[in-house]
């Protein structure tokens, strides 16, 4: 049996009545097209979808909250998710973004949204910061502007301190918060004063997750080879409020030693990509074709999850498609805790994973995939009993 046969066989017969997967995460992108910046690394741009949107104006002013509603329920009509991480394009750039934050909030026990922080004036912070349940993910790739040159060209320059003046604001709000802070050539030596700049100024509220330049653009920009984030494992303790947990810093410091991913991902397991418009491809985090449309496929998860040939690339023992041979991300988290690496009470403590039914989930479909991922036995029961909404 192949392993993404195992991975399905695994969860569907541990899906609840009803038949409905039991992901950890649903991460949906909505409007991938519209950002009011240009990263000179960004994902979307090398995926060719900022080009040419000739009916920006009408997409960014019209109200399509109805649109994703729809899909979410379509989505949900066959998978269980306690989270939503929600991104763009730049979200919160498009109109009804907020109460779209706000309606979700009420379906999922934790909502994250990811933003370039550009939009987040005062109403909208205090605004998400009342739905209890919201928080933040910053793309911030230092404190500095010289760090954050991928992200801000000189002609945008005056950003870096609306973005600086976000961040305070939603700290002070009380937003949990956490920064993707994308591993370059700009940055890769400047992450021990970073993680030093925000103990200094938002702990408590904020944590970093650095990971390096992930496609083609790694070879262009991306960190040479190097101990660059020893530093700040050999001094983990003093930055450990600002941190996510050890074994984390220290997958990305030794990843970064090579530029070589040998560690297994099993993210492709918990989770799939989801666009506004219904499109449904295997991995939030390297954007392959879509398997199909969920307007045209209700059941298109229930049914190609594990069995689809995109999970030939991804489900492995180890990284195969040359895409993951280099890829890290903060999802890593889940792989590391699936690994023994990181314990319950670490994940647990991590914003996005704090939740009561995500850390039950998490737990279950450790449970579940323990036999498949280390070949042992599983002791018990599997996802089926916390699966609920
Ligand atoms: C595509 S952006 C969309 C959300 C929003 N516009 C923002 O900048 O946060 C989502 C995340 O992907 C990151 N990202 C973009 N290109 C990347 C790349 N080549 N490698 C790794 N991360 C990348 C961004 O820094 C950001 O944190
Ligand atoms: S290694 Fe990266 S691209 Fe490959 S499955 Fe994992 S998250 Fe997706």
Not at 26 to 43: K, T
Not at 52 to 77: F, G, K, S
Not at 80 to 107: H, N
Not at 120 to 140: F, H, K, T
Request: with cysteine.
């Amino acid at each position: 049996m192949r392993l993404k046969e195992k991975f399905r066989a695994a969860l569907t017969a541990s899906a609840a009545e009803g038949g409905r997967l039991p992901f950890l995460m649903n991460d949906m992108v909505i409007e991938e097209q519209l950002c009011q910046m240009r990263c000179s690394y960004c994902l979307t741009e090398e995926y060719n979808l900022l080009m040419n949107v000739p009916d920006a104006r009408l997409r960014l002013t019209t109200d399509r909250r109805q649109d994703w509603h729809e899909i979410l329920d379509m989505y949900h009509e066959h998978v269980d998710a306690p989270i939503l991480r929600l991104s763009g394009g730049e979200f919160f750039w498009l109109k009804g973004s907020t109460e779209f934050v706000q309606e979700a909030s009420r379906r999922y026990e934790t909502v994250q949204v990811i933003t370039n922080g550009v939009f987040l004036n005062e109403r909208r912070i205090e605004a998400l910061a009342a739905m209890g349940n919201v928080q933040l993910n910053i793309s911030l790739d230092g404190h500095t502007l010289e760090l954050n040159r991928h992200r801000l060209p000189p002609k945008q320059a005056k950003l870096h301190d609306v973005i600086m003046r976000s961040l305070h604001a939603a700290a002070e709000a009380g937003l949990r918060i956490d920064i993707q802070s994308v591993l370059t050539d700009a940055n890769y030596a400047g992450q021990l004063e970073f993680a030093r700049y925000l103990r200094d100024e938002v702990a408590g509220s904020t944590t970093l997750y650095f990971f390096p330049v992930r496609g083609d653009t790694a070879e262009r920009m991306g960190p040479p080879p190097g101990d660059h984030l020893m530093p700040l494992v050999e001094h983990y303790d003093e930055f450990a409020d600002v941190l996510p947990p050890r074994a984390y810093v220290e997958h990305m410091a030794e990843q970064l030693k090579t530029n070589v991913r040998t560690l297994g991902c099993f993210v492709t397991a918990t989770m799939a990509q989801l666009f506004g418009q219904g499109d449904v491809s295997a991995c939030p985090h390297a954007w392959v074709k879509p398997m199909g449309n969920l307007a045209q496929d209700r059941k298109l998860l229930l049914d190609q999850y594990g069995s689809h040939q995109h999970y030939d690339l991804f489900m492995h023992d180890r990284p195969r498609f040359s895409f993951c041979k280099t890829c890290a991300t903060p999802s890593d988290v889940i792989n590391l805790f699936f690994l023994d690496r990181i314990t319950e009470e670490e994940i647990g403590a991590t914003h996005l994973y704090s939740g009561e039914r995500s850390r039950a989930r998490l737990r279950e479909l450790k449970e579940t995939f323990r036999p498949v991922i280390s070949g042992a036995p599983a002791t018990g029961q599997g996802v089926a009993q916390s699966v609920s909404s």
